[in-house]
T-cell receptor, first 108, second 114 residues
Framework: GIQVEQSPPDLILQEGANSTLRCNFS?????LQWFHQNPWGQLINLFY???GTKQNGRLSATTVATERYSLLYISSSQTTDSGVYFC??????????FGTGTRLKVLA | DGGITQSPKYLFRKEGQNVTLSCEQN?????MYWYRQDPGQGLRLIYY???????QKGDIAEGYSVSREKKESFPLTVTSAQKNPTAFYLC?????????????FGAGTRLSVL
């Protein structure tokens, strides 16, 4: 089945720093989502991005489907950005496969 | 507001006991899902349902059961056969096939064994 790998597994930043999170997948996909899981466990959809680039405030994402990777950029990080970032891709019609996540901690 | 409501937030299970986690959505979504998350890990699919009265096993269905009698509701029962139930359980839904649809999540239920 399709494999999803995320890097780095852990990241510590000072407030105001920029970062890039990566998601590699082993097979072609027609959908990719980025999620943020806050410290209380709530998963929030950040981007639905099967290809191309999208921006939402300080966050942006780029998916290069032909090369099987997606990047999530966080600029001017804030302490509220802390948590775990997951990417997820379809495995069949009704299943998602989630990566193992990148755990981000932003220090004040 | 539209969304997914999971209850309770915290649940404790005694050995040999079955417990049921509730998941209700008012998004009019056809597909619903249950995931398990262990500390420091990603999400693993337990069960999913595409339509009412139909559901499919995910990757770790053993020791769990579900029902889908109403479009809005997809309860998960953790049975006594699940020997290691302590985890964070997340319910999700989306409009239909996932090819072009965003998945939305509830706030989760933390289950612990007494």
């Amino acid at each position: 089945g399709i494999q999803v790998e995320q890097s780095p597994p852990d990241l510590i930043l000072q407030e105001g720093a920029n970062s890039t999170l990566r998601c590699n997948f082993s097979d072609s996909v027609n959908n990719l989502q980025w999620f943020h899981q806050n410290p209380w466990g709530q998963l929030i959809n950040l981007f639905y991005i099967p290809s191309g680039t999208k921006q939402n405030g300080r966050l942006s994402a780029t998916t290069v489907a032909t090369e099987r990777y997606s990047l999530l950029y966080i600029s001017s990080s804030q302490t509220t950005d802390s948590g775990v970032y997951f990417c997820a891709v379809p495995a069949g019609t009704y299943k998602y496969i989630f990566g193992t996540g990148t755990r981000l901690k932003v220090l004040a | 507001d539209g969304g997914i409501t999971q209850s309770p937030k915290y649940l404790f299970r005694k050995e040999g006991q079955n417990v049921t986690l509730s998941c209700e959505q008012n998004l009019n979504h056809d597909a619903m899902y249950w995931y398990r998350q262990d500390p420091g890990q990603g999400l693993r699919l337990i069960y999913y349902s595409q339509i009412v009265n139909d559901f499919q096993k995910g990757d770790i269905a053993e020791g769990y059961s579900v029902s889908r009698e109403k479009k809005e509701s997809f309860p998960l029962t953790v049975t006594s056969a699940q020997k290691n139930p302590t985890a964070f359980y997340l319910c999700a839904s989306n409009v239909g096939g996932i090819a072009k649809n965003i998945q939305y999540f509830g706030a989760g239920t933390r289950l612990s064994v007494l």
